[in-house]
């Protein structure tokens, strides 16, 4: 049978699977030394087990007994002994902490006779009836799940009584006649006398406390936390020592650093002659800890003693409870603390500096999220005439200012005129994406963090407020109003955190962060900002320890630019669709309505030196480094004109319509797909249409020709999308060759271009051998792949299912936010190895928003891959992880 209970002499802190964080912390306190009250802890296994069946597990009872009388052994004294009690708290503590979430109840063993020996024992009346109300208050709450308001009700009127607004006025009789007010609550709302035997209180808590477990908030904060559901948690019961015993004892906490800037420092809060609840509670004004030096030094020079102990054991910052009854001072919990993103890396860097950890821990410390918090622009101070006007949900970090525009088209068409905007809506769809990427950021009112505004925000590092539900939004009207009547007109300007989730009426300057200054070359490590240093630091052992390169996804040479400046070793994906939109959709539209080869070559004759432009400037930006080009993967119809609104203007423009619409129509009918995911795109349309790949490739060829003879290194590598059968890579792969030929010939220059495949088909993972002849690279593309994997549409299910399916814990994640390791993560790897097995040392990389996630790069890690790419502004969070994987 597995051992249920360990006395906190037996634990250490590795242990917190067993016996959760705040157990696990005590043990090790204990064999450190540490004043802590002695006590147990029941194991999560055992709350595990009765989570499951509903009953404690055989053997729990016995132990428990055996630890409680060997407890009472040591302390003199029995549980709730009438003459001299020993009291006890039973006390939550998960695994991972869940501050807030779970329970603990305080004074166990108290009753109608105990309080009598408490009093005596410390000769204090008051503070036994305090402790007794404080027991059956919390019992009341927790245990038997009384609405806490009745009895701070019940507190309020005695106070009022005694015409005081402090606690601390309240008199032992006060207590005393609360303590029969509050068993009349119990009465009434449970149905049920307060249970006056220590026992049956202490074994009540304990399952309580295992119940806590599955709270609608600790569920909640799990999901939010991603903490798994099923780890259920420890239960630790605990000695009392009293803060409330008088005015030379109280109850505190303490930071060894500041946790929001991780400054070394005295930080923490105090308070006189109270139990540990009241600090966290807020109920009075506590003191900073400083001021304990002066109330008590004995103690204060011990708290900080023990302070730096327990930093140079942890090795790390520590967060503290405590307790002082009498001038003794008792440490109740201690935990590595958690801490703002800056913070973590100035602390990392300042252990590193103290010799207490190396760099590869200082690495291992930070994360890839905490950077991303850094990198997003900021509000700077609030000003004048600004209104907060709701609070949503802060789906994407950053701090955007612009005028709220209600459509797409009029983002577009503002952005274009160089204005800054908001798109505002009840939530977007596929059909707002071109607004979201000329908007500064995205506000809705609708939708959670998996709604597609936020993830496509995420996706793109784009400011978004989702869910703020106070807001009515009328797209239509193209306005919204908020609380308290304020209406938002189209063109008044907003301004949205999406670090916090606050919406304001005005303008509130915003400035970019000092790390993305840095990153950007404006800010250098001589002007000193230590968090700029460190995070340089820890950048610089990260890059050198990453087996991964990391390359960006960039469409353009502005963005080719930026990614190398943000450290982008390439281009893994550069999207030549994108090349399409503007004003050369016009030219598309040429090519889709041709109705001969003549006129058709025409289309493309006039395509082809626009994107041999565009090339050039990606190889100019990427000089000497490998670039990715897709060729153009999605259905023609996206860049033709809405069916519906088309319809209407050439049914009322009747017979005068014009001939060109009625062309257009007549293309957009042909073309549409009920499925145009699974449709015409990709490799396919390349096979369908004449020519289209074939110009493609000659600007690629005839861009890399020019650059090489103005003195470049461009390095191209020809990406074929959504190949399923190898025999479609090499139709398209020998009219490249032919292409490649041609243009080595005519120019005289040979650059040599790679010629590879995406793999975002089960089918082409799963057929990677025989694809991998014919290509020379692959790069899963994970976005399709997932969605072809899961056989989700992504631009559906995510408003449509994906909430109700982390609420069932059907998965704890987006798919399309972290790889699937278990279904789409097991294609990438039979497709690297049986790729690897055809072609020994073929390139592996992975496009798709996963290449910016953390836990999918630590994923490609493990694979072995040789990059991932990801959009220019997660490159640093990339490179972070890439090397955090290889430490
Ligand atoms: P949480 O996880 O919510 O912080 P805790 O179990 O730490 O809950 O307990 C709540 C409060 O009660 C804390 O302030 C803690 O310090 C105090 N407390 C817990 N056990 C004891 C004890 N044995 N003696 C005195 N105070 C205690
Ligand atoms: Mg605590
Ligand atoms: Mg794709």
């Known amino acids: 049978?597995?051992?249920?209970?360990?006395?906190?002499?037996?634990?250490?802190?590795?242990?917190?699977?067993?016996?959760?964080?705040?157990?696990?912390?005590?043990?090790?306190?204990?064999?450190?030394?540490?004043?802590?009250?002695?006590?147990?802890?029941?194991?999560?296994?055992?709350?595990?087990?009765?989570?499951?069946?509903?009953?404690?597990?055989?053997?729990?009872?016995?132990?428990?007994?055996?630890?409680?009388?060997?407890?009472?052994?040591?302390?003199?004294?029995?549980?709730?002994?009438?003459?001299?009690?020993?009291?006890?708290?039973?006390?939550?503590g998960a695994k991972f902490s869940m501050p807030g979430m779970m329970e603990t109840v305080l004074n166990i063993g108290l009753n109608d006779e105990s309080v009598h020996g408490l009093a005596a024992q410390a000769g204090d009346e008051r503070f036994a009836w305090d402790s007794y109300r404080r027991l059956i208050q919390m019992f009341g709450k927790t245990v038997l799940g009384i609405d806490g308001d009745l009895f701070e009700d019940a507190i309020e009127a005695a106070k009022d009584a005694r015409g005081t607004k402090d606690d601390v006025d309240l008199r032992a009789e006060d207590f005393e006649s609360l303590v029969d007010r509050f068993k009349g609550i119990v009465r009434d709302q449970a149905g049920r006398e307060f249970p006056t035997d220590p026992r049956e209180q202490m074994d009540l808590a304990v399952r309580a406390v295992f119940d806590s477990w599955n709270a609608p908030r600790a569920i909640l904060y799990r999901r939010q936390e991603r903490i798994p559901v099923d780890l259920g948690t420890a239960v630790n019961i605990c000695s009392m020592v009293f803060g409330n015993l008088g005015m030379d004892s109280g109850t505190g906490v303490a930071f060894t650093r500041d946790p929001a800037t991780g400054q070394q420092g005295i930080y923490g809060d105090y308070l006189q002659n109270a139990q540990g609840e009241d600090v966290v509670a807020g109920i009075r004004n506590t003191v900073p800890l400083t001021e304990l030096e002066k109330i008590d030094k004995g103690s204060y020079d011990r708290l900080l003693a023990i302070m730096e102990t327990l930093e140079n054991h942890y090795r790390d910052m520590c967060d503290i409870e405590f307790t002082i009854e009498r001038g003794k001072l008792w440490m109740l919990q201690t935990r590595v603390g958690k801490r703002t993103a800056a913070a973590a890396f100035r602390i990392a860097c300042q252990l590193l500096d103290q010799g207490l950890i190396d760099l590869d821990e200082a690495t291992r410390r930070v994360t890839g999220d905490q950077l991303a918090q850094l990198m997003f622009p900021r509000f700077a101070a609030r000003v004048d005439g600004v209104k907060k006007l709701t609070r949503g949900m802060n789906a994407s970090p950053g701090a955007a200012v612009g005028k709220a525009v209600f459509t797409t088209a009029r983002a577009v068409e503002l952005s274009g005129r160089g204005e800054d905007v908001i798109l505002v809506r009840r939530e977007t769809n596929p059909d707002d994406l071109a607004g979201m990427v000329a908007a500064k950021g995205v506000l809705t009112s609708r939708g959670g963090k998996t709604s597609h505004a936020a993830v496509v925000a995420r996706g793109m590092g784009k400011t978004c407020v989702c869910g703020a539900e106070e807001l009515d939004v009328d797209v239509k009207a193209g306005r919204f109003t908020a609380p308290g009547g304020v209406t938002v007109n189209e063109g008044d300007v907003v301004s949205i955190d999406g670090s916090s989730g606050d919406v304001y009426l005005g303008e509130v300057p915003v400035e970019d962060s000092p790390v993305v200054r840095y990153f950007e070359g404006e800010l250098s490590l001589e002007d000193g900002d230590e968090l700029v240093t460190a995070v340089d630091r820890v950048m610089e052992h990260a890059d050198a320890s990453a087996a991964l390169r990391v390359r960006a996804n960039a469409d353009n040479a502005e963005d080719s630019a930026r990614a190398r400046r943000f450290g982008a070793q390439g281009i893994g994906l550069c999207r030549t669709e994108h090349m399409f939109l503007g004003d050369r959709r016009q030219l598309v539209e040429k090519l889709i309505l041709a109705e001969d080869a003549d006129e058709r070559q025409a289309a493309l004759d006039a395509l082809e030196p626009l994107q041999k432009q565009d090339f050039e400037g990606i190889f100019e930006a990427m000089d000497g480094l490998p670039v990715t080009i897709r060729l153009i993967d999605p259905p023609l119809h996206e860049f033709l004109p809405d069916i519906t609104e088309l319809s209407v203007k050439v049914a009322l423009a009747g017979d005068g319509a014009d001939r060109k619409d009625r062309k257009l129509l007549e293309a957009v009918n042909r073309l549409h797909e009920q499925n145009p995911m699974l449709g015409l795109r990709g490799v396919r349309l390349g096979l369908v249409i004449p020519g289209l790949f074939s110009m493609q490739v000659r600007a690629i060829a005839e861009a890399a020709a020019a650059r090489r003879l103005a003195g470049g290194d461009p390095r191209p590598e020809i990406m074929i999308p959504l190949v399923g059968a190898v025999q479609e890579l090499e139709a398209v792969r020998e009219e490249s060759r032919a292409i490649l030929d041609e243009v080595r010939e005519?120019?005289?220059?040979?650059?040599?271009?790679?010629?590879?495949?995406?793999?975002?088909?089960?089918?082409?993972?799963?057929?990677a051998g025989q694809i991998a002849e014919a290509a020379e690279f692959f790069s899963f593309g994970t976005n399709d792949l997932t969605q072809t994997t899961w056989g989700f549409s992504r631009d559906d299910v995510e408003a449509a299912f994906f909430s109700r399916y982390l609420e069932l814990g059907i998965f704890g994640v987006s798919p399309f936010e972290t790889l699937d390791r278990d279904g789409v993560g097991r294609l990438v790897r039979i497709a690297a190895e049986e790729g690897r097995k055809a072609r020994p040392g073929i390139k592996l990389g992975i496009c798709g928003e996963h290449g910016g996630d953390p836990d999918s790069v630590h994923f490609c890690h493990e694979v072995g891959l040789d990059y991932v790419s990801c959009s220019p502004f997660r490159i640093p969070v990339a490179r972070l992880e890439a090397g955090r994987a290889a430490i």
């Open 746 to 767: 005519r120019t005289g220059v040979d650059v040599p271009a790679l010629i590879g495949t995406m793999i975002e088909l089960p089918r082409a993972a799963l057929t």
């Open 1 to 92: 049978m597995p051992k249920f209970v360990y006395d906190f002499t037996e634990g250490n802190k590795d242990l917190k699977d067993l016996l959760g964080g705040k157990g696990a912390n005590l043990a090790e306190m204990t064999n450190l030394g540490l004043p802590v009250p002695p006590g147990f802890t029941i194991t999560a296994e055992a709350c595990r087990h009765y989570l499951e069946h509903g009953t404690l597990p055989d053997g729990l009872e016995d132990e428990v007994n055996r630890h409680l009388t060997a407890l009472e052994g040591a302390m003199g004294k029995r549980l709730g002994q009438s003459d001299d009690p020993l009291l006890v708290s039973v006390r939550s």
